[in-house]
């Protein structure tokens, strides 16, 4: 099993405020950590959810996506266990 972590910075849709989210990838696959940067440099803006399904898309594997925005911390899992 293989572990990628990354921190990115998107805009909220809805206000425009900035959140700092956080990435992990656990995948059996190699990842190239060229793309996993190119990819979450390309996200601008977006809901935590979209995002978390986009990027899943892309990399497969299981992920957890983390971010604080207004006081309330989200998490969202995607993938097997």
Do not use: W
């Not at 293989?2 to 059996?28: K, M, Q, W």
């Not at 996993?36 to 899943?56: C, F, K, N, P, S």
């Amino acid at each position: 099993m293989n572990t990628y972590s990354t921190r990115f910075l998107a805009t909220c849709p809805n206000n425009g405020e900035h959140i700092l989210y956080d990435l992990v990838i656990d995948s059996t696959a190699v990842i190239m950590v060229e793309h996993i940067v190119t990819a979450t440099r390309m996200i601008r803006t977006g809901y935590h959810e979209t995002i978390a399904d986009a990027l899943h898309k892309q990399f497969g594997g299981r992920q957890v996506l983390m971010a604080h925005h207004h006081g309330v911390d989200i998490k969202t899992v995607r993938g097997g266990a």
